[in-house]
């Protein structure tokens, strides 16, 4: 199913889907990276937003994880600046 077919059902079923706080497994499956991904951008820098509700509870908002990615498009291999690599 494309990407923007999954939304808008999503959304039309659940108008606060975007927003939803979500766990790291589901942040982590929603973008196609490990958790061990989402783990290590958290302590380095360079990975979506998040939310730390407690010491050890981190969530994500979907809105938040697809404005990261969309940071991360480029139209050719010399726009990537391994610099800002996450």
Same mark, same amino acid.
């Given at each position: ?6 939304? @808008?059902?999503?959304?039309? $079923? ?5 927003? $939803?706080?979500?766990? *790291?497994? *589901?942040? #982590?499956?929603?973008?196609?990276? @490990?958790?061990? !991904?989402?783990? &290590?951008? $958290?302590? %380095? &820098? &360079? &990975?979506?937003?998040?939310? %730390?509700? @407690? #010491? $050890? @509870? ?8 697809? =404005?990261?990615? *969309?940071? %991360?498009?480029? !139209?050719? =291999? ?5 610099? *800002?690599? #996450?």
């Amino acid at each position: 199913m494309p990407l923007f077919q999954h939304l @808008s059902d999503n959304l039309a $079923r659940d108008p606060d889907y975007l927003d $939803r706080l979500i766990d *790291e497994n *589901e942040a #982590a499956s929603f973008l196609g990276y @490990s958790v061990r !991904a989402l783990q &290590g951008w $958290r302590v %380095k &820098g &360079g &990975g979506p937003q998040f939310i %730390k509700v @407690s #010491a $050890r @509870s981190i969530r994500y908002r979907r809105r938040d994880l697809i =404005t990261w990615a *969309e940071e %991360k498009l480029c !139209a050719n =291999t010399s726009q990537f600046n391994a610099g *800002e690599a #996450a």
